[in-house]
């Protein structure tokens, strides 16, 4: 998200007032499908306890669309979506998102754009037709185009210093070097500098329609009302747009050391291989797996091998990204210079190990226990649960998924991380970047 004075002021101002929100307790979320009469569907949770609504919707695909040459495009959009619509000049717009204390923002990453709404229930229906308004009529004035792009070529700046940013960069490039993922999001200073006002109508014309659509409710809305403001809000979109032919591809993850030099007491380790899909019958084992070696905070392997024994590092975790056209398995940890060559070896020792030897019957216990009894925490506010929502639609999971998920992390086995293991886990394939000065590791890339 690009980040605004305007935006900012409005997110405070919202914050205050969405901080008191109850939402459901895990147990009560009842997902109600509310269908349009013009056919749109969204997901309701329904909450009348306080004045306040949250929703979330996400068109399918983001920056994988993206034109060579023009990276950055629905970064860039996601900016100026709300600068201006309709009879709403930019001022103007931001003026009464902020006077009506409506936060709506818009969002870009490889695989979605996505909008987030909250509004208090008595500004309804002025929040939705804001948001009606910046999908179906945005301006692209020169004014906020000019500023909105040097504003992400700021970031841009910023980012070619941040290591983390430096790291993600090059592991993406090196993995995907012939696909979209291996093009950045928020483009390039070339690419940037070369989109228009056109750019931005196309973008919004081939991508912002209905047959990409999924739409995620919670709050103070009854079935009937939402789905007359579903047909008044979305109901101008195109119904299809450019075509998904975006490819599946297999991270090219060959056991590699990449070394990014900057002059740094402290290096950033980015690590990581193929991993599985979403719905893979092995995700669910994948998940417990991924907790006991470095998804559970203190209770990992590694960060107990590699913090609590030796002190190499603050932090060190591991983590599944099952994206829509790649599948990762991916890690990281910060140490400083001379400790990097150390910890990656404990890295790779801890993946074999888990590979080799599995998990034991407590460590499993433990893991169920956290993950079932951890997961009402996702539902704890309206916005939580809206972006639940559209993951489950996204993911087609059912209607019902909230009060089956427990049920599918209490059924993994020993034998299933056992096998899920040795399935995933390959220590040698880890393809690694390094930003910083490493002390006693050679780059082989």
Known sequence: MILKPARLMIAAAAAALFLIAAAPQASAVEVVRVISPGGIEAWLVEENGIPILSLKAIFKDGAVLDPPGREGRAYMASGLLDEGAGAYDSQEFQGRLEDLAIHLSFDAGFDSFSASLKTLTENLDEAFEMLRLGLTEPRFDAEPVGRIRSQILVQLARSAENPDRLAARAWFDNAFPDHPYGRPVMGTEETLKALTADDMRRFVAEQLTRDRLVIGVVGDITPARLAALLDSTFGALPATGIARDTPY????????????????????????????????????????????????????????????????????????????????????????????????????????????????????????????????????SNGKIANLLVGIQLEDLGIDYIDRRNGYIEAVTLEDISRVARRLLRPEDLEVVVVGKPVNLEATN
């Open 249 to 380: 591809a297999t991270p090219q993850a060959k056991g590699r050391t990449i070394i990014i030099e900057r002059d740094i007491p402290q290096s950033i380790v980015l690590f990581g291989h193929a991993g599985l899909k979403r719905d893979d019958a092995d995700f669910y084992a994948a998940s417990v797996m991924n907790y006991i070696l470095g998804g559970s905070g203190f209770t990992a392997r590694l960060t107990d091998e590699i913090r609590v024994k030796r002190g190499l590092a603050y932090g060190v975790y591991s983590y599944l990204s099952p994206m829509d056209y790649a599948a990762l398995f991916m890690g990281r940890v910060a140490t400083e210079n001379g400790s990097v060559a150390e910890s990656l070896d404990i890295i790779r020792a801890e993946f074999a190990r888990m590979r080799d030897d599995g998990v034991s019957e407590q460590e499993l216990i433990d893991a169920k226990t956290y993950m079932t009894g951890s997961y009402p925490l996702r539902l704890d």
